[in-house]
């Protein structure tokens, strides 16, 4: 297995292990977790790419995914917090709480 298709795999596994955590689990904090592995997956495959091909178009789409995740996280602990203060736990089901 070269070196490229071994990091493929790599981020493949990542990004399935993310999507397992955000399916299984049921409190946001885990899920945003989860969702922080699910976009590494896509990041670590953007960089070995470009690497590969020698441009630098792959370190700027992980430029593009770091942005992306910074922002997810802000707003998912931004809605977590609101849940703990009107709700008292993280549970994903309680977000149906924060309706108008």
Do not use: K, N, W
């Amino acid at each position: 297995m070269t070196g490229v298709s071994f990091l493929l795999a790599i981020a493949a596994g990542l990004f399935a292990a993310g999507l397992f955590g955000v399916l299984a689990r049921r409190t946001i904090l885990m899920q945003l977790i989860s969702l922080e592995i699910m976009l590494a997956g896509p990041a670590l495959a953007f960089v070995a790419a470009g690497a590969h091909h020698g441009m630098v178009e792959g370190t700027a789409m992980f430029l593009i995914v770091l942005a992306l995740a910074a922002a997810e996280v802000a707003l998912g602990l931004a809605i977590y917090l609101q849940l703990r203060r009107h709700a008292g736990d993280g549970d994903a089901d309680a977000a149906r709480q924060l309706r108008g």
